[in-house]
């Protein structure tokens, strides 16, 4: 713990010392237990947690509903990480890596699995043709933006964020490091949004669906306690204004609310949302 640390020559798994999440995380892949996966009645079943990366499976399907597109039903169930749900024999089934959110896409003879954030959000955007244009420069330009938010994330996630608020003590070095690249990548966005409406262009894509997510969350003050001030979100004005203007997506309000605390466990049918408070749908609320 010290900051005159040497790693042995052989590195050695001590459970302990893995912070918030040292009840779940281990050196190794493949399932701790059986445990068979539920299965509903539409024709997409999502497995997942309201986190950033499952908000972006959610909101997708919402943003799907909402355009008009009643073959995009589906049902979502709630995988428990902290209680190691995703190490159970179903999960790890259709997603080997053990992280949510997986998908199961049931609408054909023969069904099949699409894990990873980003191949969920493709696959529906290719399936259903929306929210990913087809001419190949405005594609290449949404999907370059969408991959670099999938590879960005894990400096925000893993790295800001587990470094500031759940590591078990405090590294100087580390909470440096990963703050100087969050604020990098805040700096890449706002100056994309501030010659563009959206990340990929003039039009909403799954670009913004899959950076809303997790910039989104930062950019309120709902990620990693005092993070929003750390990082002086105030400097991204344009960053700001796309968020707001995401914020106000009827489906991108209903997704944040699927398989999450102050939402809905899990999501079944379009009326399971009449069980929520009014404000909560509004998104007066905030923090969910």
Do not use: C
């Amino acid at each position: 713990m010290s900051e005159d640390y040497v790693p042995p020559k052989v590195w050695t798994w001590d459970k302990a010392n893995g912070g918030a999440f040292a009840n779940v995380n281990r050196p190794v892949a493949g399932a701790t237990h059986d445990r068979d996966l539920p299965v509903g009645k539409h024709p997409f079943q999502l497995y997942s947690l309201g986190t950033p990366n499952g908000q972006k499976a959610t909101i997708m399907f919402e943003e799907l509903l909402a355009a008009g597109v009643a073959e995009a039903e589906y049902d979502a169930w709630r995988i428990a990480i902290s209680d190691g749900d995703q190490f159970g024999s179903g999960f790890v089934a259709i997603n080997p890596n053990s992280k949510i959110p997986a998908l199961v896409d049931r609408s054909g003879a023969v069904p099949f699995r699409v894990f990873e954030s980003g191949a969920i959000l493709m696959h529906l955007a290719e399936k259903f043709g929306l929210f990913l244009p087809t001419e190949p420069q405005a594609r290449a330009e949404v999907l370059s933006w969408l991959f670099w938010q999938v590879g960005s994330a894990p400096f925000m996630g893993g790295g800001f964020g587990h470094f500031y608020h759940y590591a078990p003590f405090r590294i100087e070095y580390a909470i440096d490091r990963y703050a100087m690249e969050t604020k990098r990548l805040f700096d890449v966005a706002n100056r994309r949004l501030a010659e563009a409406r959206f990340l990929g262009g003039e039009d909403y894509s799954i670009a913004d669906i899959a950076a809303y997510t997790w910039m989104g969350n930062i950019y309120r003050g709902e990620a990693y306690g005092e993070a929003a001030t750390f990082l002086s979100m105030h400097e991204y004005e344009h960053v700001g204004r796309w968020v707001g203007e995401i914020d106000a997506r009827p489906g991108v309000r209903r997704g944040r609310l699927v398989n999450s605390q102050k939402g809905l466990a899990e999501r079944h049918d379009a009326s399971d949302f009449d069980s929520l408070p009014p404000e909560l749908l509004a998104g007066i609320v905030q923090g969910y």
